[in-house]
Every structure is written in C-alpha cells, then in structure tokens.
C-alpha cells in the first residue's frame, strides 16, 4: 500500500505564498513522479506541476509557470509546491498523485492523496 497526504493548505491574500507538502509513504519503490493537481468546482481537475523523483525534472501547467515551484526532498519522500503572487483563481482543493511511469505525465496517476483547500481571497 502507498499513503499519499498533503499539508500545508489555507486562507492566504492575493500577492501573497504558500507552501504545500506531500509525504508518500509504504511502498512507494517503482513510483517515479509526484504531481499536484487541482480542482475548483464546477471546474474539472486540472494539472499543475510534476517532479520526477530521480533526477529531478519537472513540468508546470501553463497558468503557474513563473510563480509556482515544485520540489523534492528523495530521503524524506517529500514533495513541496510554493506557491507565490497568488490570485484568487488558484483557489481549489490541491491534491498531491503518485506515477508508477518514469514519463512525466499530466493524466494517469495511481495513488493520490485526499487533497488540502487553498483559499485566495482578493
């Protein structure tokens, strides 16, 4: 079994950051990339950034490129977003997915976590 869970979540003004977590734990070796996603209802989930855990690549959706940053720690199995000059249309739950595939992917995830909320107020 693998265990996905984020932390971090919160209230937080326009302009300002804020940084989430995702610990993986159990057996999580031949998992290879960690991504965050997001939802607004009624929007559908959508794809924010990825990391692959051995060399450290990443992809970011278009709409957090230059402000959101992804990053890892290997030995604590750890995964972090920072987010900054936030705007109120990031507000969603952010969820935190684990990829058996070495491909970073933006679909196709098999363990995810139950999700943190993230509340930009303008």
């Known amino acids: 079994q693998v265990q996905v869970v984020e932390s971090g979540g919160g209230l937080v003004q326009a302009g300002n950051s804020l940084r989430l977590s995702c610990a993986a734990s159990?057996?999580?070796?031949?998992?290879?990339?960690m991504s965050w996603f997001r939802q607004a209802p009624p929007k559908e989930r959508e794809f924010v950034a990825a990391?692959?855990?051995?060399?450290?690549?990443?992809l970011y959706a278009d709409s957090v490129k230059g402000r959101f940053t992804i990053s890892r720690d290997n030995a604590k199995k750890t995964a972090y977003l920072q987010m900054n000059s936030l705007k109120p249309e990031d507000t969603a739950v952010y969820s935190c997915?684990?990829?058996?595939?070495?491909?970073?992917?933006?679909?196709?995830?098999?363990?995810w976590g139950q999700g943190t909320q993230v509340t930009v107020s303008s």
């Open positions: 990391i692959r855990w051995s060399d450290g690549s990443t």
């Open positions: 997915a684990l990829s058996r595939r070495v491909i970073i992917t933006t679909t196709d995830y098999d363990y």
């Open positions: 159990g057996r999580t070796f031949g998992t290879y990339v």
